[in-house]
C-alpha cells in the first residue's frame, strides 16, 4: 500500500508547476498561494502527527469558513487521518452525540466554543482541542507554527476512509456516513471532466465548507484543476454581483439563484465571463431557471447528490439542459427506479432511485445493521428519493420517500425536530414538514397538537426553546395548533395532507 490510494497525492500531482499560482482569495484581501497550502497543510499534519493522531483516527472540525480550514482537510488527507467536518450552527446536545459517536482524537473549533466543546469532550472522550478562527488564528495556527512542516503523504488504500459526514436519520438519530479516497476522488475526477474545467477557470465559491457541495465537490474541483477560486465567507449577492466578473464557474444552492434575479445589478453584462452556473443540495424550481436564463443569457446546470453517494446525474454541459430534471447519470454510476411493486421501473414510471458506483459511500459508522438496510445485495444503494427516468434517460426527483426537507440547502429530517417538540409536556403530539418558501425552497413548520389546559404552549416558546437546542436552519419558522393531526387508516400522520393545508403558510401564517 503507498501513497497513490491518497486523495491529498491526487491533489499534489495536479497543483500547478509554478506552484506560487494563487490558490485561493478571500473577499478581505488575503491571498494564498499553492506553495501556501502545500506548507500549511504539511504543517498542520506534522502538529496531528505530534498529538499522536495515526492514520484512521478522526478529526473533527467545527469552525467558520476560512482557507486554514481547508488547509486542515487537506492535512487530515495527508496525515491519513478521517476527516469530520462539523456545522458551525450544530448546538451542544448535537455535538455531544456526534462527538460521543465519532470519537474524534482531535477537534478544532472557534475560540469562543473551547470551553463548551472541551466540557463536551472530557464527558465523551479524551480528544485534544485546538481553536481557529475565520480570521486564520487560534491555537492550531500558533502551535503549527513552531513545529517543522512535515510534507509526508500517508499511505492508503482506495478504500481508506477519508471522512466521515453525519446525516440526519428519519428515526432522529444522525449516521456517519463514511467516505472512502476512492468515493471522493472517483467523484471529483467525473466532475472535473464532465463539467469541462479549464485551466484559466476561476471559481466563485460562497458555499458552506461543512457540506459536500462546497467541500467535496466546489473545492476538490478546483484542486484537481490546480486553478483558482474567490472564496466568500457566505452568500453575499452585492459581493456575488461584484465578483463575477472576475469569474468563469458558481456553485450554488437555488436560494442563491433567486436571490441574485432579485438583484437589479444582475445583467448579462456582469455575467460575460462566466462560461457556467451550476445548481444543486435542493430541488431548481423550473420558474427560476427560465427566469436565470432570460434574465442573463445563461442556463443553470442542475445536478443531483446525496451525502452518501457525492454527484451521482448531472444535466450535459454540451446537450439539452432539461427544467425540472436533475440530468443524466454521471459515468461510471448506474443508477434505476425501484417500483412500489418491488420490480425495476419502466420509463417514465415512479419510484425509489437506487444508485451503484465507485462514488457510493461504504456504510454509515459503526450501524452494520442500517448499512445492510440501505443496500441492495447486488451493491446498489438505497437512496429514499421519489424519481422517474424518461426515455431519455434524463431523471427528475420528484418527491422523497424519506419524509426529508430541504431548507436552503441544508437537510432536515422531521423526526428529529419532533422529537425535540415532543419532549415539551404541553403537547400531545407533533408533525413537521416543509413548505414552499420563495427564498429557501422549503421552510419547516411545525404542527403541533397540544395537551390543553393553563400548560397550552405558544409557538414562540416552543421556537425559542428549540433554537436553543438545534441549528438554526432545524428550527420551525412557525407552529400551528389543531386539535388532532390527519391519519389514515393505519393510524400514520397524513404528512401530504398537512402540506396541502399549509402550503401557503408563510403566505398567511394565520
Same mark, same amino acid.
Given at each position: 500500500?503507498?501513497?497513490?490510494?491518497?486523495?491529498?497525492?491526487?491533489?499534489?500531482?495536479?497543483?500547478?508547476?509554478?506552484?506560487?499560482?494563487?490558490?485561493?482569495?478571500?473577499?478581505?484581501? %488575503?491571498?494564498?498561494?499553492? +506553495?501556501?497550502?502545500? /506548507? #500549511?497543510?504539511?504543517?498542520? =499534519? &506534522?502538529? @496531528?502527527?505530534?498529538? *499522536?493522531?495515526?492514520?484512521?483516527?478522526?478529526?473533527?472540525?467545527?469552525?467558520?469558513?476560512?482557507?486554514?480550514?481547508?488547509?486542515?482537510?487537506?492535512?487530515?488527507?495527508?496525515?491519513?487521518?478521517?476527516?469530520?467536518?462539523?456545522?458551525?450552527?450544530?448546538?451542544?446536545?448535537?455535538?455531544?452525540?456526534?462527538?460521543?459517536?465519532?470519537?474524534?482524537?482531535?477537534?478544532?473549533?472557534?475560540?469562543?466554543?473551547?470551553?463548551?466543546?472541551?466540557?463536551?469532550?472530557?464527558?465523551?472522550?479524551?480528544?485534544?482541542?485546538?481553536?481557529?478562527?475565520?480570521?486564520?488564528?487560534?491555537?492550531?495556527?500558533?502551535?503549527?507554527?513552531? %513545529?517543522?512542516?512535515?510534507? +509526508?503523504?500517508?499511505? /492508503? #488504500?482506495?478504500?481508506?476512509? =477519508? &471522512?466521515? @459526514?453525519?446525516?440526519? *436519520?428519519?428515526?432522529?438519530?444522525?449516521?456517519?456516513?463514511?467516505?472512502?479516497?476512492?468515493?471522493?476522488?472517483?467523484?471529483?475526477?467525473?466532475?472535473?471532466?464532465?463539467?469541462?474545467?479549464?485551466?484559466?477557470?476561476?471559481?466563485?465559491?460562497?458555499?458552506?465548507?461543512?457540506?459536500?457541495?462546497?467541500?467535496?465537490?466546489?473545492?476538490?474541483?478546483?484542486?484537481?484543476?490546480?486553478?483558482?477560486?474567490?472564496?466568500?465567507?457566505?452568500?453575499?449577492?452585492?459581493?456575488?454581483?461584484?465578483?463575477?466578473?472576475?469569474?468563469?464557474?458558481?456553485?450554488?444552492?437555488?436560494?442563491?439563484?433567486?436571490?441574485?434575479?432579485?438583484?437589479?445589478?444582475?445583467?448579462?453584462?456582469?455575467?460575460?465571463?462566466?462560461?457556467?452556473?451550476?445548481?444543486?443540495?435542493?430541488?431548481?424550481?423550473?420558474?427560476?431557471?427560465?427566469?436565470?436564463?432570460?434574465?442573463?443569457?445563461?442556463?443553470?446546470?442542475?445536478?443531483?447528490?446525496?451525502?452518501?453517494?457525492?454527484?451521482?446525474?448531472?444535466?450535459?454541459?454540451?446537450?439539452?439542459?432539461?427544467?425540472?430534471?436533475?440530468?443524466?447519470?454521471?459515468?461510471?454510476?448506474?443508477?434505476?427506479?425501484?417500483?412500489?411493486?418491488?420490480?425495476?421501473?419502466?420509463?417514465?414510471?415512479?419510484?425509489?432511485?437506487?444508485?451503484?458506483?465507485?462514488?457510493?459511500?461504504?456504510?454509515?459508522?459503526?450501524?452494520?445493521?442500517?448499512?445492510?438496510?440501505?443496500?441492495?445485495?447486488?451493491?446498489?444503494?438505497?437512496?429514499?428519493?421519489?424519481?422517474?427516468?424518461?426515455?431519455?434517460?434524463?431523471?427528475?426527483?420528484?418527491?422523497?420517500?424519506?419524509?426529508?426537507?430541504?431548507?436552503?440547502?441544508?437537510?432536515?429530517?422531521?423526526?428529529?425536530?419532533?422529537?425535540?417538540?415532543?419532549?415539551?409536556?404541553?403537547?400531545?403530539?407533533?408533525?413537521?414538514?416543509?413548505?414552499?418558501?420563495?427564498?429557501?425552497?422549503?421552510?419547516?413548520?411545525?404542527?403541533?397538537?397540544?395537551?390543553?389546559?393553563?400548560?397550552?404552549?405558544?409557538?414562540?416558546?416552543?421556537?425559542?426553546?428549540?433554537?436553543?437546542?438545534?441549528?438554526?436552519?432545524?428550527?420551525?419558522?412557525?407552529?400551528?395548533?389543531?386539535?388532532?393531526?390527519?391519519?389514515?387508516?393505519?393510524?400514520?400522520?397524513?404528512?401530504?395532507?398537512?402540506?396541502?393545508?399549509?402550503?401557503?403558510?408563510?403566505?398567511?401564517?394565520?
Amino acid at each position: 500500500m503507498g501513497i497513490d490510494g491518497n486523495l491529498f497525492a491526487a491533489f499534489q500531482a495536479r497543483f500547478p508547476e509554478d506552484l506560487s499560482r494563487p490558490f485561493i482569495e478571500t473577499i478581505d484581501g %488575503r491571498s494564498y498561494s499553492y +506553495a501556501d497550502i502545500d /506548507a #500549511a497543510s504539511a504543517r498542520f =499534519a &506534522a502538529l @496531528l502527527r505530534h498529538l *499522536g493522531v495515526v492514520s484512521g483516527d478522526r478529526v473533527a472540525a467545527q469552525v467558520d469558513k476560512s482557507p486554514e480550514a481547508i488547509c486542515l482537510y487537506l492535512a487530515c488527507l495527508r496525515a491519513g487521518a478521517v476527516y469530520l467536518p462539523l456545522n458551525p450552527a450544530y448546538q451542544a446536545s448535537e455535538l455531544e452525540y456526534f462527538i460521543g459517536d465519532a470519537e474524534p482524537g482531535v477537534i478544532v473549533c472557534t475560540p469562543e466554543r473551547e470551553a463548551e466543546i472541551g466540557t463536551i469532550a472530557q464527558r465523551t472522550g479524551n480528544a485534544q482541542i485546538l481553536t481557529l478562527d475565520d480570521a486564520g488564528a487560534g491555537s492550531l495556527i500558533g502551535e503549527s507554527r513552531v %513545529r517543522d512542516p512535515d510534507p +509526508a503523504v500517508a499511505a /492508503a #488504500a482506495p478504500n481508506d476512509l =477519508a &471522512a466521515i @459526514l453525519y446525516t440526519s *436519520g428519519t428515526t432522529g438519530r444522525s449516521k456517519g456516513a463514511m467516505l472512502s479516497h476512492r468515493n471522493l476522488l472517483s467523484n471529483a475526477r467525473t466532475l472535473h471532466r464532465v463539467w469541462g474545467f479549464r485551466p484559466d477557470d476561476v471559481l466563485l465559491h460562497a458555499l458552506p465548507i461543512f457540506h459536500v457541495h462546497g467541500l467535496f465537490v466546489a473545492t476538490n474541483c478546483v484542486l484537481l484543476n490546480g486553478s483558482f477560486m474567490l472564496f466568500l465567507p457566505r452568500f453575499d449577492a452585492d459581493r456575488i454581483i461584484g465578483l463575477l466578473p472576475r469569474a468563469t464557474v458558481m456553485m450554488g444552492v437555488p436560494t442563491f439563484y433567486t436571490r441574485l434575479l432579485a438583484h437589479t445589478g444582475l445583467t448579462p453584462e456582469v455575467c460575460h465571463n462566466m462560461r457556467l452556473f451550476i445548481s444543486g443540495s435542493a430541488p431548481l424550481l423550473p420558474e427560476t431557471f427560465q427566469a436565470f436564463q432570460e434574465r442573463t443569457g445563461h442556463t443553470i446546470l442542475e445536478r443531483y447528490g446525496m451525502t452518501e453517494t457525492s454527484m451521482i446525474t448531472s444535466n450535459p454541459l454540451d446537450g439539452p439542459r432539461l427544467p425540472g430534471t436533475v440530468g443524466l447519470p454521471l459515468p461510471d454510476v448506474d443508477v434505476r427506479i425501484r417500483a412500489e411493486s418491488g420490480e425495476i421501473a419502466a420509463p417514465g414510471e415512479v419510484g425509489v432511485l437506487e444508485v451503484r458506483g465507485p462514488n457510493v459511500f461504504g456504510g454509515y459508522w459503526r450501524r452494520p445493521e442500517k448499512t445492510a438496510e440501505e443496500f441492495r445485495p447486488d451493491g446498489y444503494f438505497v437512496t429514499g428519493d421519489l424519481a422517474r427516468i424518461d426515455e431519455n434517460g434524463y431523471v427528475a426527483i420528484v418527491g422523497r420517500a424519506k419524509d426529508l426537507i430541504i431548507s436552503g440547502g441544508f437537510n432536515v429530517y422531521p423526526k428529529e425536530v419532533e422529537a425535540r417538540i415532543d419532549e415539551d409536556e404541553a403537547v400531545v403530539e407533533s408533525a413537521v414538514i416543509g413548505v414552499p418558501h420563495p427564498d429557501f425552497g422549503e421552510a419547516v413548520v411545525a404542527v403541533v397538537k397540544p395537551a390543553g389546559g393553563s400548560a397550552e404552549p405558544a409557538g414562540e416558546e416552543i421556537i425559542a426553546r428549540l433554537k436553543g437546542e438545534l441549528a438554526n436552519y432545524k428550527v420551525p419558522k412557525h407552529v400551528f395548533f389543531v386539535d388532532e393531526l390527519p391519519r389514515n387508516a393505519m393510524g400514520k400522520v397524513q404528512k401530504a395532507e398537512l402540506r396541502a393545508r399549509y402550503q401557503n403558510a408563510l403566505q398567511d401564517p394565520g
